[in-house]
């Protein structure tokens, strides 16, 4: 290893000593620099990675390299110093390796010096540094790679520019070849094998944060070839071609060449299909099969068969995913065995299979308008993906696996979160439309369903209910293969029964009239495992009303199954038609809102808009969200509250304003106090006014500008405190409802305020920064743009404000005290006892106090998910206001208390934004990266030149 050694120190100092390389190092670090900041906007782009100065980074390479290795053996051929190197006791693999060593060394060093970037980026915002270890890691070895093939190339001549040229083309065409420019012009196949084969398409991979073996090898079989060739090269010099046994030698060097070749390039072909060999750096692993696909494979019933439709001739942005699309299917297949088959096919070379994938799954190619080097032409291609068990399917299609964004300069293609959308067809075909049977199937318990009822007493209108209930019990009990059994429990004149029943489970005797002489006994409780819930019949009770209250209850306390979300908002007033305008010509009508929150829900759940004008919410309902709900009917009010007490879950909107958008513009007005007065029963208070906070998002102000005669209308983005940017440092550590935010744009929201009790668990899980403050004026824009900063100016006072909450646990009723609206006695002439008993609930049917498994999460912002909201977030760039929806999800998760597709959701669906700054700010870190890059250089230069100095008067000593 000495030898190696004293070559390594004889380069480095060769090549600190040369001004060529200093100067070519500092090109590369400049220009990496102004490919952060200003090609790829790093701040505009407002995501906390570096994946743009990696995307770049096989291209910068190359030039540098280039530089570094132009001199490693041409230097030495024109000074003659060659044929020494060659009489020395040194073997020609030390002399390479030793000159390789060295230039991995300084390679290493212009790595080093672009270090600040990243730390820089971690301070800014939430940086995972998992793929920017890996980035570093690759850019080594591919940086090695492209360092053996300068070298080889250096042996060859003696002329260091010619050198440094030859490099630059031979690395570029290893670039290039991998390129969507040139695998862009051939089928997805010969592209595949084009990508493979290129430096920088193999390095995408690298960049998300994936060290992939293959890829890793490849580079490696690229170095040690050309390692393997720079040896043959020197070697050569040394070998007397004339004498037959030179001749010998040099066939003997040629095979071994070729037999290197050969080795490294069949490594690569039997690597190819080896998916597993991989280590996903990035911190949530979002590139990899996480435990919960596992956990939703191995809990598979049946087989499910994921097949991709993808087309050998499609657009050339979309050819480069397919690849990555197979390796991670594999995964799949890798993690379920028997339970997952995973196929890829070609309908177009399969006129039989087109037809067949069209008829039964409506899979249809679609048309993508190409360039081609002399004419553009429209392609009907193939992009989907079928996730099939048994007669279910779900088909996902670009619009569900593509994520297309526009830049300044170009299009970006990606996937979106892949693992997400796939095991999420996955658990939807293998469980989402199961019927009552599958629910049996895969509970692991037992379950009871009793009804304690005094069937003697009981009104007309109800008669029939235990007969009913008897015939459904039956039907189940006969799907449930002995895992149901039911009981029916008669209390009629029995005292000492009724009162037992009272006292261990808390029921209440109803009554047939409102002075409460006549009662009666009709309750069912379901049992299953430890847990019991209280059935509770609202409404008429039909047979089908019942099953579908029974059934429901059943589903809402299994995971795996889809969940019926109710959105519960006010419906707006239409405006009556002007019967002087024909049809075409009538203004439209109002929407509700919320409609992209139900879009987005959509996708994973059934969401069905209720009205509960009829007081009771459906059975089939596993998650209320009451916003924006207006002013309630006391039967609407009754909807609500029933359905917490028979421990429902509830997610509730409930700012203190409400914001309206008409012809005039975006003004703040008081809404309903209904909801936040029942709000104050459960224990949550809603405070008056803006919460406003210095740490704020932009709002989109449109502003007239006059140019002469004509006057442009422009979008300027304001500081807003309205929009409080909550940050982890805000969130409620460990609570699932913020698992996996970045951060969260609070619009037009007000202050909260929940508290535990003996029977109520409350958790704040969102904050203010410690710069906050109440506004009670509903003026919420100002006066003009230059105006905003004084308008809406912070006062002396600032404090820290909660601004959402999760309550679980036995609340009371906001009817404890009240009559149930859905029970009027109109016969009953006496208006005095009317008036006595109008505070008082009298009839027993409405549930004072709700089970321990209720469960309430309040938003302190009814804007957080509306319309208005979405539109302001589709005019910003960047992606802050996803994390809204998100926010959302989570908390479906938390009420149903369901998060198998948690894990996975967080992991790829929300971006790591940069924490707000000043323009002043930003331009004081591009500054100090771009000294620092200097400063360092200078350091450089500094120490050498005073090396070079000393080494020049020693010569001259010498001389002397």
């Known amino acids: 290893m000495n030898p190696i050694k004293t070559v390594i120190k004889k380069e480095l100092r ?51 390299v280039a530089a570094i290795s132009m001199r490693s053996w041409s230097d030495e051929q024109a000074h003659g110093t060659l044929e020494i190197l060659m009489t020395l006791p040194i073997k020609t693999v030390s002399l390479v390796l030793g000159k390789l060593f060295a230039g991995v060394i300084l390679i290493s060093i212009a790595l080093a010096l672009t270090l600040p970037l990243p730390i820089m ?92 073996f293959r890829d890793i090898f490849y580079y490696l079989s690229i170095g040690g070839f050309f390692v393997i060739l720079n040896i043959y090269f020197i070697d050569m010099k040394r070998v007397d071609t004339v004498k037959s046994q030179g001749k010998k030698r040099a066939t003997g060097k040629k095979i071994a060449l070729l037999l290197g070749a050969a080795n490294l390039l069949a490594a690569n072909i039997w690597l190819s299909p080896i998916v597993f060999l991989r280590a996903d750096l990035t911190e949530d692993g979002q590139f990899s099969v996480s435990d919960s696909t596992k956990k939703i494979i191995d809990n598979l019933n049946n087989p499910v068969v994921i097949a991709g439709y993808f087309s050998e001739n499609t657009h050339p942005l979309l050819a480069p995913l397919v690849p990555a699309i197979r390796d991670y299917l594999a995964e799949y297949k890798n993690a379920g065995g028997k339970n997952i088959t995973v196929k890829f096919e070609n309908p177009n070379n399969n006129e039989d299979l087109a037809q067949e994938i069209a008829q039964s799954y409506n899979i249809k190619p679609l ?38 964004k526009q830049n300044k300069d170009d299009v970006d293609v990606q996937l979106k979160n892949l693992e997400y959308d796939v095991t999420k067809a996955i658990k939807k075909v293998s469980s989402g439309f199961q019927s009552i049977e599958s629910v049996f199937a895969t509970m692991k318990d037992s379950s009871k369903l009793t009804l304690f009822a005094t069937p003697d007493s009981l009104p007309d209108d109800m008669k029939e209910v235990p007969a009913r209930v008897q015939k459904i019990a039956d039907e189940l009990a006969q799907k449930s293969s002995g895992k149901f059994s039911f009981e029916l429990v ?10 037992e029943v009272m006292e261990k489970y808390d029921f209440q005797p ?16 379901l049992q299953t495992g430890d847990k019991a819930e209280q059935i509770v019949l609202q409404g008429t009770p039909t047979e089908a009303a019942i099953k579908t209250t029974i059934e429901g209850t059943f589903k809402r306390s299994t995971t795996g199954f889809i969940k019926t979300i109710g959105l519960f908002t006010e419906q707006p007033e239409q405006e009556q038609p002007n019967p002087q305008l024909p049809p075409q010509m009538q203004p439209p009508q109002k929407q509700p809102d919320y409609r992209m929150l139900e879009q987005q829900l959509n996708e994973e759940f059934k969401v069905n808009r209720v009205d509960l004008a009829d007081g009771v919410v459906p059975g089939d309902i596993d998650i209320l969200i009451v916003a924006k709900p207006g002013t309630m009917t006391d039967k609407q009010k ?21 914001i309206t958008v008409d012809r005039t513009g975006i003004t703040a007005v008081d809404g309903s106090r209904d909801l936040i007065d029942m709000l104050s029963t459960y224990g949550v208070k809603i405070e008056s006014g803006f919460v406003m906070d210095s740490q704020n998002a932009n709002f989109p102000v449109p502003i007239e500008e006059k140019h002469g005669m004509f006057v442009m209308k422009k979008i300027k983005m304001m500081n807003y405190p309205f929009f409080p940017d909550i940050r982890p440092e805000s969130f409620k550590k460990g609570n699932i409802a913020t698992s996996g935010l970045q951060n969260l744009i609070f619009n037009w929201g007000s202050a909260i305020s929940a508290k535990s009790t003996d029977k109520v668990k409350a958790e704040t899980i969102l904050n203010t920064s410690d710069e906050a403050w109440i506004r009670t004026s509903t003026e919420i824009l100002p006066e003009s743009f230059e105006n905003a900063a004084v308008d809406f100016a912070a006062p002396d006072k600032l ?31 006496d208006e005095n006892a009317k008036d006595e008993n109008r505070k008082k609930d009298l009839t027993g049917r409405t549930l004072k106090e709700s089970s321990p498994l209720a469960r ?89 030149a005073g090396k070079r100095r000393k080494t020049k008067s020693l010569l001259e000593m010498e001389g002397k």
């Open 14 to 64: 060769a090549y600190f000593l040369s001004p060529v390389a200093l100067i070519f190092l500092g090109i590369f670090l400049l220009a990496n620099l102004f490919i952060f900041f200003t090609s790829a906007t790093f701040f505009a782009r407002n995501i906390a990675d570096v994946r743009p100065m990696f995307q770049w980074m096989p291209l910068l390479l190359i030039f540098l």
């Open 121 to 212: 980026v971690s301070t800014m915002g939430d940086l995972d540094w998992g793929p920017v270890i890996g980035g570093y890691a690759g850019a080594l070895f591919l940086g090695a790679a492209y360092l053996a093939m300068g070298m080889s190339i250096s042996s060859k001549t003696n002329n260091q520019i010619v050198s440094l040229m030859v490099t630059g083309i031979v690395g570029s065409i290893f670039y290039v070849i991998g390129s969507d420019t040139v695998s862009g012009f051939f089928g997805s196949n010969i592209g595949e094998i084009l990508r493979s084969l290129g430096s920088g398409s193999r390095f995408y991979n690298i960049e998300r944060g994936v060290l992939d």
């Open 367 to 404: 048309p993508f308008r190409v360039s081609g080097r002399h004419e553009q032409s429209v392609v009907n291609a193939y992009f989907h993906i079928l996730v099939k068990c048994a007669d279910e399917y779900q088909v996902l299609s670009i619009d569900d696996l593509v994520d297309v």
């Open 490 to 499: 008669n209390l009629d004149g029995n005292k000492a029964k009724q009162q």
């Open 510 to 525: 109803m009554a047939t009239d409102i002075f409460g002489e006549h009662t009666f006994f009709l309750h069912m409780l």
């Open 638 to 658: 009754f909807a609500i509250d029933q359905y917490l007490m028979g421990g429902g879950a509830m997610i509730v909107l409930a700012g203190d304003k409400k």
């Open 799 to 829: 404090s820290r404000y909660a601004l959402a909450a999760t309550l679980q646990g036995s609340f009371k009723s906001y009817f404890a005290d009240k009559p149930s609206p859905l029970f009027t006695d109109d016969n009953n002439k």
């Open 856 to 944: 309430l999460a309040v938003i302190g912002s009814s804007e957080l998910l509306s319309d208005i909201t979405a539109s302001i977030g589709n005019q910003i760039q960047g992606n802050m206001y996803s994390s809204n929806f998100q926010f959302a999800r989570n908390l479906i998760d938390w009420a149903l208390a369901d998060t198998d597709l948690l894990e996975i959701r967080t992991g790829g669906t929300f971006a790591r934004t940069l924490k707000p700054i000043e323009d002043k700010t930003a331009n004081m870190w591009e500054i100090f990266n771009y000294l620092f890059v200097l400063a360092s250089l200078g350091i450089i230069v500094f120490v050498f």
